[in-house]
């Protein structure tokens, strides 16, 4: 089975002991793509960097929005020339935070769509955070269309997944799963079209149920297969190839490989 993780910070601190253990661990668990999305202008010398040791590894760039405090002006600029002259998967982790108290909801909007921007210059797809903002979210989209991408860790409804779905969008889905008190979510991922689902660890964080308590890692996604495949009630081989599929279709990897 393939497996594509859409959705890990790898190139964190967190994982300066033992990445290659790491790495090893997940490709031996069938995880044969890992997408590493940037968060800070500052780490993505070393992102960089760390996907071009290895082929089945794809970077994206983005400014996170829980980090607006630490964001330079001159950072949109760096972004749009990189995405000019290295090869990206993706521009992310981008988006809009409401759930965090006291982070700059204007400053963020303008960082949010000077990235789109970008994206949309470039034909590049993004890799969305949203937090209590999907409506806002999709109603930027709207206005600065981008050639798709994945909404990451998606909690919204079925009305919003149905808006992300028109916009070019998957939704990416990870160890909350595994939870039984994710009533909710288990519930979407059910309800959802298996075409718009891609599979994530968001590793460091949010890690699955049978690691409570301890760093997420690349390796625990067959975790997140399982009880995906479970709340379907399908054999796992069937929501790997479907979900690998949407991943390499929405992210165009197959044109980054080339």
């Known amino acids: 089975m393939e497996l594509i993780d859409t959705h890990c910070h790898l190139d964190v601190e967190e994982f300066a002991a033992d990445r290659d253990a790491v ?20 780490t993505w010398d070393g992102l960089l960097s760390f996907c071009a040791s290895a082929a089945d590894l794809y970077p994206a760039l983005g400014l996170h929005p829980v980090y607006i405090a630490q964001h330079r002006d001159a950072a949109i600029a760096q972004l749009a020339h990189r995405a000019g002259e290295q090869r990206l998967l993706a521009i992310g982790e981008i988006g809009l935070d409401y ?8 400053r963020q909007q303008t960082l949010f769509e000077a990235q789109l921007e970008i994206a949309r210059s470039c034909g590049l797809p993004v890799i969305l955070h949203v937090r209590k903002a999907h ?3 999709l109603s930027t989209l709207r206005r600065i269309r981008v050639v798709g991408g994945i909404c990451h860790a998606f909690n919204g409804s079925l ?8 916009l070019g969008f998957r ?26 689902i891609v599979l994530e660890t968001d590793a460091p964080d949010m890690t699955v149920a ?10 625990y996604l067959p975790y997140c297969l399982a009880a995906l495949a479970q709340l379907r009630m399908l054999p796992e081989a069937e ?10 279709t929405v992210l165009r990897m197959d044109r980054y490989a080339q």
Do not use: C
């Not at 759930?99 to 204007?106: A, C, Q, T």
């Not at 009305?159 to 779905?165: D, E, K, N, T, V």
């Open 239 to 248: 929501i790997a190839a479907q979900t690998s599929a949407n991943a390499r």
């Open 99 to 106: 759930y965090v108290e006291g982070l700059d909801r204007m």
């Open 171 to 196: 939704l990416g889905f990870g160890g909350m799963l595994t939870f039984e008190r994710s009533s909710k979510l288990r519930a979407l991922a059910q309800a959802l079209p298996l075409e718009d």
């Open 159 to 166: 009305q919003q997944a149905a808006a992300y779905r028109e």
């Open 23 to 42: 790495l090893a661990r997940a490709r031996a668990n069938g995880v044969s793509a890992i997408v590493v999305p940037g968060v800070l202008a500052d």
């Open 135 to 137: 409506d806002v979210v």
């Open 210 to 219: 049978q690691h409570r308590g301890e760093r997420n890692s690349p390796e």
